[in-house]
């Protein structure tokens, strides 16, 4: 994981504010490596790796589907939270002061998890 660490610590955080700001979103091209692609990927078909399954159509929320892993997480997307949570900290945190939300969101996503459990929410979204 020391070289998706280092990728994570490449990226310029500041632009990607930036793109945030004006769009909304912001895609990172290249981010993850091919192999970790495919592994991610190969999870899917997976039943056992997930806690349920939304198909978008039943919701008329458009086509397709999309699934909430189960705990334990697989390494990659475990490590992936932790990691770029620090990094989307202060985006999050300038979007809640911008509309005026009295809300500050924590520095570690550890923290956001045991607000989040705090709060009855005990289920990953990602």
């Not at 490596?33 to 592994?39: A, L, R, T």
Request: glycine share 4%; proline share 6%; hydrophobic share 35%.
């Amino acid at each position: 994981m020391d070289s998706l660490k280092n990728k994570i610590e490449q990226v310029n955080w500041n632009n990607i504010s930036i793109k945030m700001h004006e769009k909304g979103y912001v895609i990172i091209p290249n981010f993850l490596p091919k192999k970790i692609n495919e592994e991610l990927i190969s999870l899917y078909n997976n039943p056992d790796g997930y806690r349920k399954t939304v198909k978008m159509e039943r919701f008329r929320f458009g086509k397709g589907e999309y699934k909430y892993f189960d705990y334990p997480l697989p390494a990659t997307i475990k490590f992936l939270r932790e990691n770029i949570h620090p990094k989307l900290v202060p985006i999050a945190n300038l979007w809640m002061k911008v509309l005026k939300v009295d809300k500050k969101f924590p520095a570690t996503f550890k923290d956001l998890q045991q607000m989040c459990h705090n709060n009855g929410q005990k289920k990953q979204q990602l």
